[in-house]
Nanobody, 123 residues
Framework: QLQLVQSGGGLVQSGGSLRLSCAGS????????IAWFRQAPGKDREGVSC????????DYNHSGQGQFTVSRDIAKNTAYLQMDSLNPADTAVYYC????????????????WGQGTQVTVSS
């Protein structure tokens, strides 16, 4: 059974940083892509970043200028999302999701999801 367990998140002041973790079980990160999505109240879920099974990354947050960095630790089977220069517009529930090998920003293409974690950025 494939499972993703998230940790991290919380409350941070504007300009601050947070790191989210996404631990996988039932599969290995060298065969699955891990994507990060976020959903703010009243808005659709949007892609943030993704790391493919080969370790290459895609940034979907085009307005962020490298604000978010995705990485992974194969030995821990865990992916990470480093978030810097946070501002109140980044407040949302953040999710990680897994699918075989390749990334897509289309969230219905992912069948395995983490439980979500709240990130709140105060001004």
């Amino acid at each position: 059974q494939l499972q993703l367990v998230q940790s991290g998140g919380g409350l941070v002041q504007s300009g601050g940083s947070l790191r989210l973790s996404c631990a996988g079980s039932g599969f290995t990160l060298d065969t699955y892509a891990i994507a990060w999505f976020r959903q703010a109240p009243g808005k659709d879920r949007e892609g943030v970043s993704c790391i493919r099974s080969d370790g290459s990354a895609i940034d979907y947050n085009h307005s962020g200028q490298g604000q978010f960095t995705v990485s992974r630790d194969i030995a821990k089977n865990t992916a990470y999302l480093q978030m810097d220069s946070l501002n109140p517009a980044d407040t949302a529930v953040y999710y990680c999701a897994a699918r075989p090998n390749f990334c897509t920003s289309r969230y219905p293409k992912y069948k395995t999801w983490g439980q979500g974690t709240q990130v709140t950025v105060s001004s």
